[in-house]
């Protein structure tokens, strides 16, 4: 699988995560699926009832589940929930444990969900994703992280008028 990243994506991401720093932040990230590909076009913050803390962060969940639901409308079907995404301000971009839990419990209710990390400091971010995928051996369901190929792409220029498809 390639995940392809918008640009204007990933600095809003960075814009976020600096925003914040030292504190975590995060979202929610959109697009679209073609085939194993999945293309990462827009994004949501955290929502106006998240916690942010050193090293967890919890997002207002009822606040994105509406951002979802009107992202979705408003493409008309095309923009979908792809996965979450957060920062590790002055850290790695690593999962941690509880971004393992956090990855699990979204791939019980989501196929192949995608976390994606931004880590750094200032100016300088850089983003790593994974997949998860629940396997299911004989005795208890367990989640498999894999690292994913990330490619930032510029977007092409949409016509933002009444007309455009696609907005990133």
């Known amino acids: 699988m390639i995940v392809w990243l918008s640009s204007r994506v990933m600095q809003s991401m960075s814009e ?7 504190l975590e932040n995060g979202g929610i990230l959109l697009g679209w699926r073609s085939g194993e590909d999945r293309i990462i076009a827009d ?34 079907g095309d923009l979908d929930y792809l996965g979450d995404w957060h ?10 444990d509880l971004d ?17 990390i ?7 971010w850089s983003a790593r994703c994974w997949k998860g995928q629940i396997i ?13 190929d990330l490619k930032i ?5 949409v016509n933002r008028g009444p007309t455009a498809d696609h907005a990133f």
């Open 87 to 96: 920062s590790h301000p002055d850290g790695v971009a690593e999962m941690s």
């Open 16 to 22: 976020y995560a600096r925003d914040l720093s030292p």
């Open 43 to 76: 994004l949501r913050g955290p929502g106006p009832l998240a916690l942010h803390g050193r090293h967890c962060f919890l997002p207002d969940h009822k606040w994105q589940v509406a951002e979802i639901n009107q992202a979705f409308e408003a493409s008309r």
């Open 153 to 157: 792409f510029d977007p092409p220029s």
């Open 100 to 116: 393992s839990v956090t990855l699990f419990r979204i791939a019980r209710r989501v196929s192949a969900p995608l976390m994606l």
């Open 118 to 124: 931004v880590a750094g400091s200032g100016m300088e």
């Open 136 to 148: 299911r051996p004989l005795l208890r369901k367990r989640l498999v992280a894999t690292t994913q």
